[in-house]
């Protein structure tokens, strides 16, 4: 037994009411996309959003365990335990398995789940790990995550959940540590994170690198990992074997990002531009369709927009190609995936190459080249 | 000087007919052969246990595996010598002889019969893997020939030394002289899994296969380019089946995540060779 591979839906507290009917949406042309929930907004909503989901397909909580170590609100406090900025940081095995347990018990809770089914699959909570602290809070991780998933009742799979900082990715010696972690802990499958400081897309060759490496161990090792909120690049990895990847209609649902300050805070008006496989301003996208070459989209939002921008038609046309691109890549195994993938990238490659210098710059779809590098 | 006695073991675990110490003192465990009636048994006594926890979940784990590949645990428990206590592992007594014995003796195994060793013994790994067991020292003395034959190789000696692993063995992971088929995670003493234990088959099959160590000539002590030699991979004769050379190099791969699970080499074995 296993989750659906491909894109899913990540759920957010902004638009939260709009996924399930997009995922309904979604299932007219071609799978029906899972939901991964996490424990933020309103937990009343959540649990009847989840019921609504769960009732027609696959959904999850990714307990997002590297909560603890962020700003917390009171909500999590009463709504989410383990999440409790007052609870204090875990320091040994014994602290860290009763945190997990915890929300292992919460996944399974009617105050989490209401009448519906169990979530497809358990999630390990993870507190962001640093490479700078060592290994010894990864092994603690792993062991408590290990005894947690052994003293919970469930009848469903138990995955485990690790949330990494960069470094982890592009130090050799953490990288070899976490994925011979990783792929030995011995569950069916690992949610990852890592966070990043780059707004997307990732252009970071040896943070992408380290991901294609982990990606790789786990595929080979029988170990299917899935990459919540790691958007276009959970569509890249895929070409390395991973098992799925989210993005939801949040802009933040897209790259797991470190809370730092935006770079180009107020540039709401982009889109996501498939030839380019990156967001443009709304002004490129309008010169880039006069170019020869491009291919206009064809998804239900580009024809509701019409040529005219509008914010959630805009959000939910890159669900409705990464659902697309997913749809391509399903029936495929590795071999055709990353086959597929890299025929998209270079595809992108060729269309940026062709256009005039001064919208070549405005693109700024160097990233490319390091994509297609990878696979 | 051992820190317990016979008098010690045979008033925890009742009297024998016979008692005897056996094997090295490895610093951790003291290892005795007693005999009552016809059923011999080995008795392991860990004296220095560094991670309680863990000795306890692998020998429990452990007591649970009822495989002819993996000595068999009769019971466990402590046994209390004046002040202290100390954990204890009985076993089933393994007639036939170490492997280390047969490869000194000769002649090497067939192609046909190291096939067979080598199955069996990745059988015995991947229960082991199964039951999130990882042995951490596996090499041709921790390996019987059940009645000395190839084809039913035993893994022994585990929940012991090993089991004690994560504190000061780990620091210096040579220190206790079984280096030679450690992985190198363990030599950067990083934690051993079940792909560690994959690595060191693959140490012992390329072994058998060639007649000699891979990678080391008998230094006795850890060579100070260890690193440089365990990344350049194992060297296998061509004269060997090419399916045993792939296997082992993939099961010698420097980094442990690219490593074949146990049941995964069975597989590529089975099918290839």
Known sequence: MSIENGFWLQYASQNADDLVDLADDLADNGYRPGIVFAPVGN???????????????????????????RDGR?????????????????????????????????????????????????????????????????????DAASAARDSTEGTRECWLGIAVDRDYLRNNARLTELADTVVT????????????SELSPISDRRLLEGLRELVEGCTGADVPIFLPNAGWVGWLAGAWGAHGHSGGLSKGSW?????????NPGRRDSIFEPQLLRHVHWTLHEQLFNEDGYEECSCDSCVTMDG???????????????????????????????????????????FRDDLPRTLQDRADARFLDTWLSLV | MRRVSAADVEAALGP???????????????CWVGRVGADRQVIKIVVHEHEPGRFAREVTALARLDSARVMRVQDHGTIAVTAETFPYLRSEFVPGGSLNTHMAAGPPPDDLTLRAFLLELLRGVGELADARIVHRDLKPENII??????????????????????????????????WPYMAPEQLRAERATSLSDVWAVAIIAAEIASGAHPFFRGE?????????????????PGARPAALRDWITNAANYRAYRRPSPARSVNQLEETW
């Open chain 2, 16 to 30: 024998f007919d016979e008692l005897n110490p056996i094997g090295d003192q490895s610093g951790s465990g003291e």
């Open chain 1, 185 to 196: 802990a011995g569950f069916p499958g690992v949610v990852f994170r890592c966070f990043q």
């Open chain 1, 74 to 142: 009171q909500q999590r406090a009463t709504n989410y335990p383990w999440l409790d900025p007052t609870y204090g940081r875990p320091d040994d095995l014994d602290a860290w398995t009763e945190w997990m347990e915890q929300s292992l018990q919460h996944q399974l809770s009617r105050g989490f789940r209401g009448g519906a089914d169990e979530p497809s699959i358990l999630v390990t909570p993870s507190p962001q790990l640093l490479a700078s602290s060592g290994t010894a809070e990864l092994y603690t991780i792993v």
């Open chain 1, 255 to 263: 790259f797991d990002r470190m809370p730092t300050p935006m770079r």
């Open chain 2, 145 to 178: 020939l059940r009645a000395g034959d190839w084809r039913h190789p035993v893994v022994i000696d585990l929940g012991l030394s090993r089991l004690v692993d994560t504190t000061s063995f780990t620091v210096y992971p040579w220190a206790l002289g079984t």
């Open chain 1, 43 to 69: 937990p009343a909503r959540l649990c009847q959003l989840y019921g609504r989901m769960r009732a027609e397909g696959e959904a999850f909580l990714d307990p997002s365990g590297f909560l603890l170590d």
């Open chain 1, 308 to 350: 005219d921008f509008d914010a959630v038609e805009a959000k939910i046309h890159q669900i409705r190609v990464a659902h697309a691109r997913s749809n391509e890549l399903r029936p495929l195994n590795v071999i055709g995936r990353r086959r597929a993938i890299r025929a998209r990238i270079d595809a992108a490659v060729d």
């Open chain 2, 220 to 236: 006795p002590s850890i060579p100070h380019d260890w690193d440089a030699r365990l990344r350049g991979g194992p060297a296998v």
